[in-house]
């Protein structure tokens, strides 16, 4: 991939000021930087994939398409890590005259998408990503990965250090029983 500075900037000259006109869009890019700060994030340098459409407003240019991109994601229950491909819309408007509701704005004949794919891909990154639907997490004792779709339930024989735990979650759920009585 070749080094640009501003990689999400497209020139429109050719659209300024000719409202109806249209123009489709490709920019094969990456962040530069490490994008989200979760179990999911996107590499600095992953390809990111824009496909904009571009039309000429009275107001402005009005951007619209996708982004995809993959991210390097942990499993937030067995830990594993995985490729968690992340595809995003958006639609922005940039205006000729800086407005109060709008962020974006045509500069110098050119439009930068960067901010606008960026915000759509945090968004589209998962709190708690998972590799796979019916993942079943890790044993809580032997922190073995579990079998998928299996459902984990405590030994018959308790380890000593266990009972003490065992007697909470009887508790816990005793109390549970019992509180829609009290309504
Ligand atoms: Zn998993």
Request: hydrophobic share 40%.
């Amino acid at each position: 991939m070749s080094v640009h500075a501003m990689p999400f900037q497209v020139g429109v000259r050719d659209l300024v000021g000719k409202p109806g006109q249209m123009r489709e869009h490709e920019l094969d890019v990456a962040f530069g930087d490490r994008v989200g700060e979760g179990l999911a994030v996107v590499a600095a340098q992953e390809p990111v994939t824009v496909d904009v459409r571009l039309e000429s407003v009275h107001e402005g240019i009005l951007a619209s398409g996708s982004a995809s991109v993959t991210a390097d994601a942990e499993c937030s229950r067995c830990l594993e890590t995985f490729r968690l491909p992340v595809q995003v819309d958006f639609v922005e408007l940039f205006a000729y005259i800086r407005a109060e509701d709008s962020e974006f704005q045509v500069v110098d004949d050119v439009i930068d998408l960067e901010q606008v794919v960026r915000d759509a891909v945090v968004l589209a990154l998962p709190f708690n990503p998972v590799d796979r639907p019916d993942c079943a997490g890790l044993d809580p004792i032997t922190g073995e990965r579990l079998a998928p779709g299996t459902e984990w339930s405590p030994p018959e024989q308790i380890d000593p250090r266990w009972s003490a735990l065992r007697g909470l979650l009887d508790d816990d759920e005793a109390a549970q029983t019992r509180a829609p009585e009290k309504e």
